[in-house]
């Protein structure tokens, strides 16, 4: 990698890691889908009508990408957010590399070594730890729609990689077009106060809708798939294990959150299993 692309690629984790308290405040002043609809829109909005259409064997593509990484990631990953806390969600988060090793095999004709296996195990290890003990319940809905977000994150990096590659700004702002409808409809079947939700918002709201549309959106999403058409996978993703030490840090800082022995413990085990699977050769085609 290129020295532009390795500052790319730590700028990417701490724009999203921040991200994990600027949603985390927004999902308070609106109802989390319908927060992530405003974002989609103010996105398809602001890229569509000044970039290309997709070619045509690309629409297919786009439309899966759109379901995966727009729909179920981030739909799943804001109710998560918004029921449980930062510091949980930042880990368990950390999954989507492993499970992205694990899709490659099939995907990509990829298949895992045994420090990737053993990784993989670690790694889910390290969740399970913070889902474990008091409050078990509590953090066991928002943990499980984290992770599922995780995996629903690794399948659009697949998809993106396998049928890339794809201009960043054209994939971006259609793929958040085709997002629109999808989160829309589970927002109004889920959700209420919408509407009031508009008038009532504080500039905090507006602001952590502004951020995540320009910052962690447009500039964030536009850099990771302008590396992953460029590098591959197994070069981009070790740069994900900065993302827990910023928002860790983020939610300590402006969350007021506590760093506990067992978010520790399952932190360091969630982010060493990563490493596993990242770090050292992990795939043998």
Not at 150 to 163: E, Q, T
Not at 171 to 199: D, I, K, Y
């Amino acid at each position: 990698m290129s020295a532009i692309q390795i500052v790319c690629a730590v700028a990417v984790p701490l724009l999203w890691g921040y991200q994990f308290v600027v949603i985390k405040v927004g999902v308070t002043e609106f109802p989390p889908l319908f927060f992530l609809a405003l974002r989609f829109l103010a996105i398809a909005l602001l890229l569509v009508p000044f970039v290309g259409q997709p070619a045509r064997q690309q629409f297919g593509p786009v439309a899966a990408i759109s379901l995966f990484l727009g729909g179920l990631n981030f739909g799943l990953f804001y109710v998560g957010l918004g029921l449980g806390s930062g510091s949980l969600s930042a880990v368990a988060y950390q999954l989507a590399p492993p499970f992205t090793v694990l899709l490659a095999w099939p995907l990509l004709s990829e298949k895992p070594s045994l420090a990737t296996s053993a990784g993989v195990v670690i790694a889910f290890a390290g969740v399970a730890v913070l889902a474990a003990g008091p409050g078990l319940s509590a953090n066991t809905l928002p943990l499980l729609l984290v992770v599922g977000a995780a995996f629903a994150f690794a399948v659009s990096n697949v998809l993106i990689k396998r049928y890339g590659p794809f201009e960043p700004l054209m994939l971006m702002g259609w793929s958040s077009l085709l997002a629109v409808p999808q989160v829309l409809v589970m927002s109004l079947l889920l959700e209420h106060g919408q509407l009031t939700s508009l008038v009532a918002a504080d500039d905090r709201g507006w602001l952590a809708l502004a951020y995540t549309i320009f910052i962690g959106g447009i500039v964030g999403f536009g850099l990771w798939f302008w590396l992953i058409a460029r590098c591959s996978i197994g070069r981009v993703a070790p740069f994900g294990l900065l993302l827990p030490v910023f928002a860790l840090t983020s939610s300590v800082l402006f969350l007021g959150e506590h760093m506990t022995p067992k978010l520790l413990v399952g932190g360091l085990l969630a982010i060493s299993g990563v490493a596993m699977t990242q770090l050292r050769p992990a795939t043998r085609s």
